[in-house]
């Protein structure tokens, strides 16, 4: 290898690293890779900022826009009442969720479906007394599938898309991956309805223990210093015989008093641990002599106004690696955190000392407003409020799946050509004030777009260096014996080893220069070997932080890291194989 494939693996790892170790956001690590490429001369300006002008971040925009428009006006609300039928069993139940989440994903981004029907999925479960944790992977790994079946269906098809253009080959068609991912969305909701039962264990979420009034949480008060209640028996503070809430243990000077009686004295300074309904939690603050054991997060609100908010902190989040002493986060959001849940477990530890990961989910109290003022922005991967009354459809609600037909059709007929259709649709919905100018711009999540922009001129560097070509040679050797299905496999199952560590979107576009090369080789179509590419960094059934989907039902669904990799294994072996099967036989040598 020359240096500059020498280099351009070396900037390939760096970006990796960064991105595993959440050293920085997705985005400046993507644009540090891309800076650091132009520099050495190994890309010209034009093909680092390649990306930027490649209609595959403008659609994904445009796709993001519509996506808030159907949140906002309900317009998925049909598919909610479809999906929370009466069904009898947990299977017919959970076909009635797999089959229109999957048909919705083909066409509408998924991140907002699951957002939309992951508070009423779970409160349905659990009004009939079944555990959401049946629920909510299903829903995350059914958006999932229906990814794969058309262009729209996910952001790295039109990525994928986006790089066949930039290297001089047709775009991909509105249904053209539709052979390979039909069948897959199809085999792989059988999967999910037969399997989930057997093999996804049952799990408690956060909801359970804050919402209903069997479930506990548990909150941390401390005795104020020569406050009114140092000095006074638990029995003559008032705390003995509370409603709905009961104090469990006391922490003085590093010991635990365990169990505490009516007769336990009570001293400044004493950290009270409190288990009950999460609907006492803030009587607690008017308590004399009692503050919270996190008090600078504390919020001062009346009862009437306070509201519990369930938030899933995700990768482009700036809370990730920080504590909540260090993010101000009283004072930057206006909430107090009760609790953090982390793998289905509550940490038990002081709260503002903690540094928050990927896939933490907050249990907090705000005001009304909080859920308005952060829907659109990276802080929260998810915000739920506990409690919270379904949406429902609005008038405009038509309007908004007419602009979505409107792109499906001119796009498969070749009316237009996709980026034209989005922003068009894109146009309607602030013309018709559906969304305001301010909601639609908010609505674009920029790090995604500099992500995926960025990403152009790193690719562009691994395949002018040779790197690409390199790799490739390696795989076609290895595999080279078991024939095209041998080089395509090997394809397929790097790419799903590297969606597991970074995002959907980079290791599609790390990929996509390797795998046209590895076609070369083998003198293969390199369309088929693209479309392998786009399925298998759009389908992470493995870990919850693959795909931002499975971190927004992470902590709700109380799973733990390893319940991925039960009900995913057979999925993922089920997508590559019908994947390395069909492909060849669809775009033959």
């Known amino acids: 290898m020359g240096w500059e494939a020498w280099f351009s693996l070396v900037v390939v790892v760096g970006v990796l690293l960064a991105l595993v170790k959440d050293l920085a956001a997705p985005a400046v690590a993507m644009a540090a890779g891309m800076v650091a490429v132009l520099v050495a001369g190994i890309v010209t300006p034009g093909e680092a900022l390649s990306g930027f002008s490649n209609p595959a971040p403008l659609t994904v925009a445009g796709l993001f826009i519509l996506a808030r428009a159907v949140e906002k006006t309900g317009a998925l609300t049909p598919v909610v009442r479809a999906t929370l039928g009466e069904g009898t069993g947990v299977r017919r139940s959970l076909a009635r969720l797999v089959a229109p989440t999957t048909a919705a994903s083909a066409f509408l981004n998924n991140t907002p479906i699951v957002a939309m029907l992951l508070p009423q999925i779970r409160s349905w479960a659990e009004s009939r007394g079944r ?30 898309s986006g790089l066949l253009e930039a290297s001089g080959q047709p775009g991909l068609g509105f249904f053209e991956m539709s052979a390979v991912g039909l069948p897959i969305a199809i085999v792989g909701g059988l999967l999910l309805v037969l399997l989930t039962p057997v093999l996804l264990p049952i799990r ?7 919402e209903e009034a069997s479930r506990k949480f548990v909150v941390d008060m401390v005795v104020d210093r020569g406050g009114a ?23 003085r000077d590093g010991d635990l008093i365990a169990p505490v009686t009516p007769e336990t004295a009570l001293r400044g300074g004493d950290r009270l641990q409190f288990v009950g309904k999460s609907d006492q939690v803030v009587d607690l603050q ?8 996190e008090a600078s997060h504390l919020v001062e609100l009346e009862n009437d106004q306070a509201r519990y908010f369930e938030v899933v902190i995700g990768a482009e989040s700036t809370l990730v690696g920080k504590t909540l002493n260090e993010a101000a986060f009283r004072s930057r959001y206006q909430a107090a955190v009760l609790a953090i849940h982390r793998a289905g477990q509550r940490i038990e530890a002081k709260l503002g000392q903690v540094p928050l990961r990927v896939g933490d989910t907050l249990l907090l109290v705000a005001d009304r407003g909080f859920r308005d003022r952060w829907r659109d922005r990276n802080d929260f991967l998810l915000i739920s409020s506990l409690g919270a009354k379904p949406p429902v459809a609005t008038s405009r609600a038509w309007l908004v799946g007419g602009l979505t037909l409107g792109i499906v059709l001119t796009a ?41 922009a960025a990403a152009f ?28 299905h041998g080089v395509l496999l090997a394809v397929v199952l790097a790419t799903v080893i590297l969606t597991a560590v970074v995002s959907n979107n980079a290791a ?19 369309r088929g070997f693209a479309i392998a590419v786009a399925i298998a960094a759009s389908v992470d059934f493995l870990t919850p932080i693959g795909y931002q989907t499975n971190t927004m039902v992470y902590g709700p669904g109380g799973y733990r890291f390893f319940d991925y990799a039960r009900l995913g294994a057979p999925l993922t072996a ?16």
Request: no cysteine.
């Open 508 to 526: 599609a576009l790390l990929m996509f220069p390797i795998a046209i090369s590895a076609a070369a080789a083998t003198n293969i179509d390199p």
């Open 229 to 251: 209640l140092s000095g006074k028996s638990v029995e003559e503070a008032g705390l003995r015989h509370l409603q709905g809430l009961f104090l469990a243990t006391i922490e």
């Open 286 to 293: 008017a308590t004399r002599g009692l503050s919270s054991a």
């Open 574 to 589: 089920t997508v590559i194989i019908l994947t390395v099967v069909i492909i060849p036989l669809q775009w033959p040598a």
């Open 457 to 484: 001129g790193v690719a562009a560097a691994v395949e002018r260096s040779g790197l690409a070509e390199v790799v490739a040679s390696g795989l076609v050797g290895a595999f080279d014996g078991l024939g095209q």
């Open 204 to 210: 408690r979420s956060v909801r359970e223990e804050a």
């Open 412 to 452: 498969s007929l070749g009316l237009l050509p996709i980026l034209n259709a989005t922003l068009l649709a894109a146009v309607g919905l602030v013309v018709f004030r559906v969304l305001t100018p301010g909601e639609a711009r908010s609505a674009v999540n920029l790090d995604v777009i500099i992500l995926i």
């Open 131 to 160: 555990s959401p944790s049946l629920y909510l992977m299903p829903l995350s790994f059914a958006a999932l599938l229906g990814g794969v079946v058309t262009l729209i269906g996910t952001s790295t098809n039109l990525v994928i």
